[in-house]
């Protein structure tokens, strides 16, 4: 008897193996950057209990989420980083076309421990004498950053390679991307750098603001001079109006053209997204920084308009305008 | 032993040496006692600090609304009901899956298998395999089940993948049981007359029951834990809704479109909420770290009954 049901049930899920194409109540896919998932989460999680539409956001990482979308599985991909060109090719190739999309803007702050007493601001220089690829080995000191510090050890913490934030930083910082020393505690986690540098008074690291905000009492963000210019502190605020630089960066959305045209569901997800009522306080409660007021309506008109194409031309900027990012050609 | 190799000293001497050698091996006992106890004690108050620590940040976060809310990104609304959800599922499948492949795996080559460099082979695979990083299952799964097959990113798959990764430990744990099963009862068997399988049907598989569910158990224990390998082959992290019903109101009613549907699993939820900035995240996340240990422990309780029974049942 029990062999019988165990045969019934072999053969049922055998039958339904080659049912694939029974689609299941098709979900708008989301997919991507880890910096981002907390924008698409809460934008899903408010699209689906305001319309009881399905949305469903997957975590491939920046590069991982642009190669489901360039092969057609997803929707909307989040990144924390523009396209790149081979990325771009790629979608080409398939037949992709993309809607790029500022989501929000992010800052990185610059961080030591509460302890440390000899620095609160620092130029972009000398960030870059300490993380640039010459460093390795050789930059182990405080003071050989700065005469005036003092003579301790330096411990180095930051993003780990893998994610946009480190991507994003040596742009700012050393100049090019991905070029940096590779003798310091690297993390995807950027909680173990919260840990880390609050534990311990000759540390500097590397992260983004919402941990900053969220660990006021355990770390020290510094202030950052810009090309000779003055002291600026990691806020919402320096990072809203564009006067913290050069570590202040978009996070982008890129939406599949095809999608938006031929789902209704997805062109009003996409609308949802840059809804002036809704989407600064979703952005908000994310620990990121909303757009500009202006950018709502330009977003949808660029949504409307269904403007493909990256502004970027594969690389990160240096203090991009929203409203070029967003225009419509 | 001492004694023999100087058997040319004096009988005063040899008593002496006798002695001390006597009493070198009680000392030398003693201090790998001492030793093996205080390892013993760092690795159980590692364990159970670092389990204390879950359960005391996590525990009083677990309440009905947490278990039967969806993820959010309001921490006070989040819960994990599509991710243990999930994870049962998923291991339904797996445990459909691999228990019985790989019980039937095991029982072929200790038992029909010939014994020759083809299954010697086969045996080195088997255990090495049981000790491949998971994340390679993973990559396999995603090339071969997703795209290969175009089975998509599921709880098929998932289910499919897990099995794959447990498959050598179910195979490695049946062999073991079969073999300590004692000689005399299968030669017994056959002296009364049994053919092969009515051998394998009554008493091997009756005698290695207890072992096999062990091993199974052990397997699926591992499993549940596993995010790398469903990471890769695409596991959600966000997902608001529960897979389809397995019971519908129409004919057949029983259903298996769920097999199809996205998913997410509680060490993913976990790992979503551990990397967050806001520190009520974390303390989602203990919960949840909770809920799978709980999850894991009934698991292995259920082993522990299981063989207890049938241990009682065996030798009635």
């Known amino acids: 008897m029990r062999n019988l049901t165990l045969t019934t049930a072999a053969a049922a899920i055998a039958a339904t193996l080659p049912g694939l194409a029974v689609a299941q109540d098709a979900a708008i896919q989301i997919d991507g950057s880890s910096t981002v998932f907390p924008i698409s989460e809460a934008m899903a999680e408010e699209y689906q209990i305001a319309t009881g539409n399905r949305v469903v956001v997957g975590v491939s990482g920046t590069g991982g989420g642009f190669q489901k979308f360039c092969r057609g599985e997803t929707d909307f991909s989040g990144a924390s980083r523009p396209i790149k060109n081979s990325e771009a090719a790629k979608c080409a190739e398939n037949g992709i076309e993309f809607v790029e999309l500022p989501i929000a803007m992010d800052a990185l702050a610059v961080v030591v421990s509460p302890e440390n007493d000899w620095v609160s601001c620092m130029t972009v220089e000398e960030l870059k004498t300490i993380y640039e690829p010459e460093a390795q080995g050789k930059i182990t000191n405080w003071n050989q950053v700065r005469d005036s510090f003092p003579d301790r050890e330096l411990a180095l913490f930051g993003a780990g390679t893998d994610s946009g934030t480190y991507d994003y930083f040596t742009y700012a910082v050393v100049g090019e991307e991905g070029a940096s020393r590779g003798d310091f505690t690297a993390t995807e986690d950027d909680n173990i750098t919260v840990q880390g540098v609050s534990t311990n008074p000759n540390a500097i690291g590397f992260l983004g603001l919402a941990y900053v905000e969220e660990n006021r009492s355990r770390l020290k963000p510094l202030e950052i001079s810009y090309k000779g210019g003055e002291c600026v502190p990691p806020t919402t605020d320096t990072a809203g109006d564009g006067s913290y630089q050069p570590l202040t960066r978009p996070l982008f959305i890129y939406a599949k053209k095809s999608s938006i045209e031929n789902n209704q569901k997805v062109e009003d997800f996409a609308k949802f997204m840059f809804d002036p009522e809704i989407a600064p306080e979703l952005v908000a409660s994310t620990g990121y920084l909303p757009l500009p007021e202006k950018a709502f309506a330009l977003a949808e008109k660029k949504i409307e308009a269904r403007t493909t194409g990256s502004h970027f031309d594969g690389g990160s900027k240096v203090g991009v305008n929203i409203s070029d990012l967003l225009a419509t050609k | ?316």
């Open chain 2, 1 to 316: 032993m001492a004694l023999t190799t100087k058997g040319n000293l004096g009988p005063g001497r040899t008593e002496q040496s006798a002695f001390d050698a006597v009493h070198s091996a009680k000392r030398k006992d003693l201090w790998f006692a001492a030793g093996g106890l205080f390892v013993l004690a760092i690795a159980m108050s590692l364990l159970f600090t670092l389990i204390g620590d879950l359960i005391i940040r996590g525990t009083q976060y677990i309440d009905y609304d947490f278990m039967t809310s969806y993820p959010s990104r309001l921490p006070e609304r989040a819960g994990i009901l599509s991710a243990w959800v999930g994870s049962l599922l998923v291991m339904l499948v797996t445990a459909f899956l691999a228990v019985p492949v790989g019980i039937a795996a095991g029982l072929y080559l200790e038992e029909y298998a010939r014994k020759g460099w083809f299954s010697d082979f086969i045996e080195i695979n088997v255990s090495n395999l049981a000790g491949v990083p998971s994340i390679i299952y993973g990559l396999l799964a995603l090339g071969m089940f997703v795209y290969g097959m175009g089975l998509g990113q599921t709880i098929l798959v998932a289910g499919m993948t897990l099995a794959l990764l447990i498959l050598p430990i179910v195979i490695v744990s049946t062999r073991e049981a079969v073999r300590s099963i004692p000689q005399i009862v299968k030669e017994g068997a056959y002296g009364i007359g049994a053919d092969q399988w009515q051998v394998m049907w009554n008493y091997i598989i009756p005698a290695a029951r207890p072992g096999i569910m062990t091993g199974a158990i052990v397997g699926l224990s591992r499993a549940i834990g596993e995010t790398a390998p469903l990471i890769t082959i695409g596991a959600l992290t966000f997902i608001a809704f529960l897979p389809s019903p397995p019971v519908t109101g129409e004919f057949p009613f029983i259903s298996f479109a769920w097999l199809h549907d996205g998913f997410t699993v509680l060490p993913i939820q976990m790992f979503n909420w551990v990397s967050r900035p806001q520190p009520e995240f974390h303390i989602a996340a203990a919960a949840t770290g909770v809920v799978l240990i709980a999850l894991t422990f009934s698991l292995n309780g259920i082993a522990i009954w299981i063989r207890y029974r049938l241990r009682k049942q065996h030798r009635n």
